[in-house]
């Protein structure tokens, strides 16, 4: 089945250290999006990418990169500048930028 | 991108029809009504959107009304699965606020037996 699929589920990171979330689609989209969401709250933009080899900076994209080498891959690296990296992170695709967004099952992130 | 305003929470009996308000009296032209869904822990799931027309898919109906400064997502048959939160989302697409989904706090739908 089409989808997205995000990689893991729950993840654990030590103070100092990178991690990296996965996000992979087999839609056929071009662009895809990351997306935190903090209890309670709605979602915030991290970082998109419209086509291969380009993203741009979302609302909150200070201590996290990425990178789109392969239009179905979209990793987001949570980098230790990240001072409250604890949060849902959601990967997202759609067919240009209007295109209804499908998003993954999610990845949750805690601080050990 | 324009400002939604929907109920804090509804309920619905299992079997009947989910009718769920959104107000967006400061949407442009260009502006697209979106609905998501999301249940707890999951990912959001986009249900319908729509920009003038009323629209009908597999999971709901959407009716925007003629001035298009509100619309009415309908779930036809509610079942016990279709307890989530469900978000309204006004936007265009391009430039600066490329494909961002702005969510609000969303209506908390309860479906009871």
């Known amino acids: 089945d089409g989808g997205i699929t995000q990689s893991p589920k729950y993840l654990f990171r030590k103070e100092g250290q990178n991690v990296t979330l996965s996000c992979e689609q087999n839609l056929n989209h071009d662009a895809m999006y990351w997306y935190r969401q903090d209890p309670g709250q709605g979602l915030r933009l991290i970082y998109y990418s419209q086509i291969v080899n380009d993203f741009q900076k979302g609302d909150i994209a200070e201590g996290y990169s990425v990178s789109r080498e392969k239009k179905e891959s979209f990793p987001l690296t949570v980098t230790s500048a990240q001072k409250n990296p604890t949060a849902f992170y959601l990967c997202a695709s759609s067919m240009g930028g209007l295109g209804p967004q499908h998003f993954g099952d999610g990845t949750r992130l805690s601080i050990l | 991108d324009a400002k939604t305003t929907q109920p804090p929470s509804m309920d619905c009996a299992e079997g009947r029809a989910a009718n769920l308000p959104c107000n967006h009296s400061t949407i442009s032209g260009n502006e697209y009504v979106y609905w998501y869904r999301q249940i707890h822990s999951q990912g959001p799931q986009y249900i319908i959107h729509g920009l003038k027309n009323n629209e009908t898919n597999e999971m709901a109906s959407l009716i925007i009304t003629e001035d298009r400064k509100s619309s009415t997502l309908i779930l036809p048959h509610a079942t016990l699965r279709d307890t989530a939160v469900y978000y309204c989302?006004?936007?265009?697409?391009?430039?600066?606020?490329?494909?961002?989904?702005?969510f609000g706090q969303g209506t908390i739908l309860t479906v009871h037996p």
């Open positions: 989302i006004v936007r265009v697409g391009g430039g600066t606020s490329y494909g961002k989904l702005t």
